[in-house]
Nanobody, 122 residues
Framework: QVQLVESGGGLAQAGGSLRLSCAAS????????MGWFRQAPGKEREFVAA???????RYADSVKGRFTISRDNAKSTVYLQMNSLKPEDTAVYYC????????????????WGQGTQVTVSS
Protein backbone atom coordinates (compact mmCIF):
# COMPACT_ATOMS: atom_id res chain seq x y z
CA GLN A 1 0.00 0.00 0.00
CA VAL A 2 1.10 3.52 -0.76
CA GLN A 3 1.29 6.00 2.06
CA LEU A 4 2.24 9.66 2.08
CA VAL A 5 2.64 11.32 5.46
CA GLU A 6 3.07 15.06 5.79
CA SER A 7 4.69 16.73 8.76
CA GLY A 8 6.09 20.10 9.75
CA GLY A 9 2.96 22.18 9.69
CA GLY A 10 2.12 24.59 12.43
CA LEU A 11 1.80 28.22 13.31
CA ALA A 12 4.07 30.91 11.94
CA GLN A 13 4.03 34.67 11.89
CA ALA A 14 3.92 36.62 8.67
CA GLY A 15 7.44 36.79 7.29
CA GLY A 16 8.43 33.60 9.03
CA SER A 17 9.33 30.18 7.71
CA LEU A 18 8.19 26.60 7.91
CA ARG A 19 9.55 23.44 6.37
CA LEU A 20 7.11 20.71 5.42
CA SER A 21 8.12 17.12 4.85
CA CYS A 22 6.32 14.29 3.12
CA ALA A 23 7.57 10.77 3.68
CA ALA A 24 6.49 8.22 1.11
CA SER A 25 6.28 4.47 1.39
CA UNK A 26 4.92 1.65 -0.72
CA UNK A 27 6.13 3.07 -4.02
CA UNK A 28 9.33 3.39 -6.00
CA UNK A 29 9.81 6.97 -4.95
CA UNK A 30 12.34 8.01 -7.57
CA UNK A 31 9.91 7.15 -10.37
CA UNK A 32 7.27 9.58 -9.14
CA UNK A 33 6.89 13.26 -9.54
CA MET A 34 5.84 14.83 -6.27
CA GLY A 35 3.63 17.80 -5.66
CA TRP A 36 2.33 20.06 -2.94
CA PHE A 37 -1.19 21.41 -2.98
CA ARG A 38 -3.07 23.46 -0.45
CA GLN A 39 -6.65 24.14 0.46
CA ALA A 40 -7.92 27.03 2.51
CA PRO A 41 -11.37 26.98 4.15
CA GLY A 42 -14.07 27.53 1.56
CA LYS A 43 -11.57 27.45 -1.28
CA GLU A 44 -10.70 24.91 -3.95
CA ARG A 45 -7.53 22.94 -3.56
CA GLU A 46 -4.77 24.68 -5.47
CA PHE A 47 -1.38 23.79 -6.83
CA VAL A 48 1.66 25.00 -4.94
CA ALA A 49 4.77 23.27 -6.27
CA ALA A 50 5.93 20.09 -7.96
CA UNK A 51 9.18 18.30 -8.64
CA UNK A 52 10.05 15.55 -11.08
CA UNK A 53 12.01 12.46 -10.24
CA UNK A 54 15.09 14.11 -11.70
CA UNK A 55 14.65 17.38 -9.84
CA UNK A 56 12.89 19.64 -12.32
CA UNK A 57 10.59 22.02 -10.46
CA ARG A 58 7.59 24.23 -11.06
CA TYR A 59 5.75 26.64 -8.81
CA ALA A 60 2.52 28.50 -8.59
CA ASP A 61 3.02 32.20 -9.24
CA SER A 62 1.75 32.98 -5.76
CA VAL A 63 4.67 31.18 -4.10
CA LYS A 64 7.45 31.57 -6.63
CA GLY A 65 10.53 33.05 -5.03
CA ARG A 66 9.29 32.25 -1.53
CA PHE A 67 8.81 28.48 -1.51
CA THR A 68 11.27 25.81 -2.55
CA ILE A 69 10.41 22.20 -3.27
CA SER A 70 13.10 19.56 -3.04
CA ARG A 71 13.39 15.83 -2.70
CA ASP A 72 15.69 13.23 -1.26
CA ASN A 73 15.15 10.03 -3.19
CA ALA A 74 17.34 8.06 -0.80
CA LYS A 75 14.96 9.00 2.01
CA SER A 76 11.79 8.83 -0.10
CA THR A 77 10.94 12.29 1.13
CA VAL A 78 9.86 15.52 -0.51
CA TYR A 79 10.15 18.88 1.22
CA LEU A 80 8.57 22.26 0.93
CA GLN A 81 10.60 25.09 2.39
CA MET A 82 8.28 28.03 2.91
CA ASN A 83 9.86 31.42 3.51
CA SER A 84 8.41 34.90 3.75
CA LEU A 85 5.09 33.45 4.76
CA LYS A 86 1.94 35.46 4.29
CA PRO A 87 -1.46 35.09 5.97
CA GLU A 88 -2.87 33.99 2.62
CA ASP A 89 -0.60 30.95 2.79
CA THR A 90 -2.81 29.61 5.57
CA ALA A 91 -4.23 26.29 4.42
CA VAL A 92 -4.04 22.57 4.77
CA TYR A 93 -1.06 21.44 2.73
CA TYR A 94 -1.22 18.11 0.94
CA CYS A 95 1.54 16.02 -0.51
CA UNK A 96 0.78 14.09 -3.69
CA UNK A 97 2.55 11.61 -5.96
CA UNK A 98 2.26 11.42 -9.73
CA UNK A 99 3.60 8.50 -11.72
CA UNK A 100 4.75 10.60 -14.65
CA UNK A 101 5.01 14.38 -14.59
CA UNK A 102 5.29 17.29 -12.13
CA UNK A 103 1.90 18.51 -13.22
CA UNK A 104 -0.08 21.31 -11.62
CA UNK A 105 -3.33 19.45 -12.27
CA UNK A 106 -4.73 17.90 -9.13
CA UNK A 107 -6.64 15.12 -10.88
CA UNK A 108 -3.47 13.80 -12.48
CA UNK A 109 -1.98 12.79 -9.13
CA UNK A 110 -2.31 9.19 -8.07
CA UNK A 111 -1.75 9.29 -4.32
CA TRP A 112 -2.39 11.82 -1.59
CA GLY A 113 -1.42 12.38 1.99
CA GLN A 114 -3.77 13.43 4.77
CA GLY A 115 -2.52 16.99 4.91
CA THR A 116 -0.87 19.20 7.48
CA GLN A 117 -2.21 22.52 8.71
CA VAL A 118 -0.22 25.68 8.14
CA THR A 119 -1.45 28.82 9.83
CA VAL A 120 0.20 32.18 9.28
CA SER A 121 -0.77 35.02 11.56
CA SER A 122 -0.63 38.65 10.54
Amino acid sequence: QVQLVESGGGLAQAGGSLRLSCAASGLTFSRFAMGWFRQAPGKEREFVAAISGSGSTRYADSVKGRFTISRDNAKSTVYLQMNSLKPEDTAVYYCAANLAFPTATMTEYDYWGQGTQVTVSS
